[in-house]
């Protein structure tokens, strides 16, 4: 079974437009081939939930070096 996947997309620019249809195609191939997704549109009140969650998979936030281990 592939794993579950969540899509991040929308953000506080004026691109956030093109990042929520971008994030549903993404979120539709990936449906297509069988993995269970999530689509959480980003805006400041979820950036601010997942600030120092750990979550797996993560190449690179700004923030994360502030994080504790």
């Known amino acids: 079974m592939l794993q579950p996947v969540v899509v991040l997309a929308g953000g506080l620019s004026h691109q956030r437009d093109i990042s929520l249809k971008s994030g549903r195609t993404v979120a539709q191939a990936l449906r297509?081939?069988?993995h269970e997704v999530v689509e959480a549109d980003i805006d400041s009140s979820l950036i601010e939930t997942l600030r120092c969650r750990r979550v797996s998979h993560v190449a690179?936030?700004?923030w994360r070096e502030r994080c504790p281990a």
């Open 32 to 34: 297509r081939v069988g």
């Open 60 to 62: 690179r936030w700004p």
